[in-house]
């Protein structure tokens, strides 16, 4: 986006909350704005994930609306103007890679994370913010993601497993401890021990390049994916998915699969039926 594209939008925006303004946006705030931020942030984050270029460029487009809106707020209120926001980030961002910017050395990603935590620190002990690792770490994003980050900053100072198999010893673990609380009929235990287990899987991916989020995400689709074509399958049979046993349901299950691998059914059953293994594979 050039200048004149922003401020092509910032005038738009300017107009539409001024007097003889768009009602509805002349009413909102930076409060009553949030909530849009994360939705359009979710619908940015899937048109990324499963849409075009033009869908990913439309809702950039949504996402830079809702920003420049927050930031008009904000200048009318004379505390911070749109320039301000984007020489703040600039400035974080040259001080935080000093090995870009300036002669710093790192011998390894590790190290560069290390230091962009300390500098992090930092510059959070300069403006009198709280300087713990931790205390940046949005309080309502996403567990999944929260797990993800929070597996990913303490690995920076090495509070982490010495290795994988380190790792996947510690899955097993809480997937024991998860049984024992389950034989006892400790429902706070299971609870419990199903968060633990969740967390260490987190880390177990995080090692492997995969965020838990995403892959959790890709596994909701692959079932949705899968449900619809067994109610397709249903519907040319002219039955109700409700209707049928559990063993019928499994088999369009395991022709919807199959088709999805471009098997033909009957040729594969890699997994089996939900009565005896789960779906999700």
């Not at 931020?37 to 869908?55: C, K, M």
């Not at 002990?125 to 949005?138: N, R």
């Not at 994003?141 to 497993?161: C, E, N």
């Not at 010495?162 to 609380?181: R, T």
Request: with cysteine; charged share 30%; hydrophobic share 35%.
């Amino acid at each position: 986006m050039n200048e004149c594209s922003i401020d092509q939008l910032k005038d738009i925006v300017a107009r539409l909350t001024g007097p003889g303004g768009c009602p509805w946006d002349s009413k909102q705030t930076p409060e009553t704005l949030s909530e849009y931020i994360i939705e359009e942030s979710h619908e940015l984050v899937s048109a990324i994930r499963y849409g075009t270029p033009d869908d990913v460029c439309e809702e950039l487009g949504d996402v830079a609306f809702l920003l420049v809106t927050i930031a008009h707020h904000f200048e009318k209120q004379g505390k911070f103007t749109l320039d301000d926001v984007f020489k703040r980030n600039a400035a974080k961002m040259i001080h935080r890679h000093p090995h870009v910017f300036g002669d710093e050395k790192f011998e390894s990603l590790d190290e560069q994370l290390r230091a962009w935590e300390a500098l992090k620190k930092e510059e959070h002990q300069q403006e009198g913010k709280a300087a713990g690792m931790f205390d940046s770490l949005p309080r309502d994003l996403d567990p999944l993601a929260r797990a993800y980050r929070i597996h990913a900053k303490a690995s920076r100072v090495g509070f982490t497993w010495e290795s994988d198999e380190d790792v996947e010893q510690q899955v097993e673990a809480e997937w024991l401890e998860y049984l024992d609380a389950q034989n006892r009929g400790d429902d706070a235990g299971v609870k419990h021990e199903i968060g633990d287990l969740v967390l260490t899987l987190a880390e177990l991916g995080r090692r492997r390049g995969v965020k838990a989020n995403e892959a959790l995400d890709n596994a909701n689709e692959r079932f949705l994916s899968r449900f619809r074509r067994m109610e397709e399958l249903a519907c040319a049979q002219k039955r109700e998915l409700g209707d049928m046993s559990l063993d019928e349901q499994n088999e369009l299950w395991e022709q919807a699969k199959q088709e999805e691998a471009g098997q033909a059914p009957g040729q594969s059953a890699a997994d089996a039926p939900l009565a005896k293994q789960s779906q999700a594979g």
